[in-house]
């Protein structure tokens, strides 16, 4: 009897425990706004990521929440939902609220180091370019596409950086300054084969003696004034570490659509 007590009370031990890596849907469309075959598409990329590298994404939309601030209730959404996984709750949360076109990114644990700001930079622009034509669908697979790239830099001991960031812009530059380069060359040859030069001063083409100046004058023709505007300051906001109700750390971005 003894240890059919014992084994009773493990066994709702371990479903109390487990109830919140388990009972919790980390695709909650309160608003309705994907088909039953996108949320499971989703959802079953939501569950691979998250198992894979041990790390909670979640996606939320509402259609409404009231008063509060959006990065409150992402924070609180995340925390009270027993979301987060390891000691550390690591996870990011991806919220959409339709009557105000805002959205959300709510980090947690580690990935206030795997979404520092040029990812999140990375990340807001590429699900902004979605959201703005309505189209969730994609917005959300872009999330989920992008945060397993920062996740599998994560697991190289590497992160997001500026040369990542600036990839394209770095290989632009290479090929103009290869065109620059090769423009000067030839201009270079080109000189070089030239055996008549053309006379630079107009002593050369003068007869000598044959032209005098009898009067002279100093006349002013003209000003030059150079403006430039004041540098204004400019101010981000998010990505920035803040604390949530629960007591603990959050990052992320937030915004409107």
Same mark, same amino acid.
């Given at each position: 009897?003894? $240890?059919?007590?014992?084994?009773?009370?493990?066994?709702? %031990?371990?479903?109390?425990?487990?109830?919140?890596?388990?009972?919790?849907?980390?695709?909650?469309?309160?608003?309705?706004?994907?088909?039953?075959? +996108?949320?499971?598409?989703?959802? +079953?990329? !939501?569950?691979?990521? @998250?198992?894979?590298?041990?790390?909670?994404?979640?996606?939320?939309?509402?259609?409404?929440?009231? @008063? $509060?601030?959006?990065?409150?209730? =992402?924070?609180?959404?995340?925390?009270?939902?027993?979301?987060?996984?390891?000691?550390?709750?690591?996870?990011?949360?991806? !919220?959409?609220?339709?009557?105000?076109?805002?959205?959300?990114?709510?980090? %947690?644990?580690?990935?206030?180091?795997?979404?520092?700001?040029?990812?999140?930079?990375?990340? +807001?622009? +590429?699900?902004?370019?979605?959201?703005?034509?309505?189209?969730?669908?994609? =917005?959300?697979? =872009?999330?989920?596409?992008?945060?397993?790239?920062?996740?599998?830099?994560?697991?190289?001991?590497? %992160?997001? &950086?500026? !040369?990542?960031?600036?990839?394209?812009?770095?290989?632009?530059?290479?090929?103009?300054?290869?065109?620059?380069?090769?423009?000067?060359?030839? $201009?270079?040859?080109?000189?070089?084969?030239?055996?008549?030069?053309?006379?630079?001063?107009?002593?050369?083409?003068?007869? #000598?003696?044959? !032209?005098?100046?009898?009067?002279?004058?100093?006349?002013?023709?003209? @000003?030059?004034?150079?403006? @430039? =505007?004041? #540098?204004?300051?400019?101010?981000?906001? &998010?990505? %920035?570490?803040?604390?949530?109700?629960? &007591?603990?750390?959050?990052?992320?971005?937030?915004?409107?659509?």
């Amino acid at each position: 009897m003894k $240890a059919k007590i014992i084994l009773g009370f493990l066994l709702v %031990s371990f479903i109390c425990f487990s109830f919140p890596l388990f009972g919790q849907d980390r695709l909650v469309d309160n608003a309705g706004i994907l088909s039953s075959g +996108e949320a499971q598409s989703i959802e +079953e990329m !939501l569950n691979r990521i @998250s198992t894979t590298y041990d790390f909670d994404l979640v996606i939320v939309t509402e259609n409404s929440i009231g @008063s $509060a601030r959006v990065v409150d209730y =992402a924070d609180d959404f995340f925390d009270y939902n027993g979301y987060g996984l390891g000691d550390d709750f690591d996870g990011c949360l991806f !919220l959409i609220v339709m009557d105000g076109r805002d959205y959300c990114l709510s980090t %947690s644990g580690r990935a206030l180091k795997v979404y520092n700001e040029l990812a999140l930079d990375k990340l +807001e622009s +590429e699900i902004l370019k979605h959201l703005k034509k309505d189209n969730f669908y994609e =917005a959300y697979l =872009a999330f989920g596409k992008i945060s397993e790239e920062f996740l599998i830099l994560d697991e190289q001991g590497r %992160s997001y &950086g500026f !040369l990542r960031h600036y990839f394209h812009v770095f290989i632009i530059v290479s090929w103009v300054l290869a065109l620059l380069t090769g423009l000067i060359v030839v $201009a270079v040859w080109k000189r070089g084969m030239n055996n008549v030069l053309l006379k630079t001063e107009a002593s050369s083409y003068i007869i #000598p003696g044959s !032209l005098s100046f009898t009067d002279k004058r100093d006349r002013f023709l003209y @000003s030059t004034v150079s403006r @430039s =505007a004041k #540098p204004k300051s400019s101010s981000s906001s &998010g990505g %920035s570490s803040h604390t949530s109700s629960s &007591g603990r750390s959050h990052g992320g971005r937030s915004g409107k659509f």
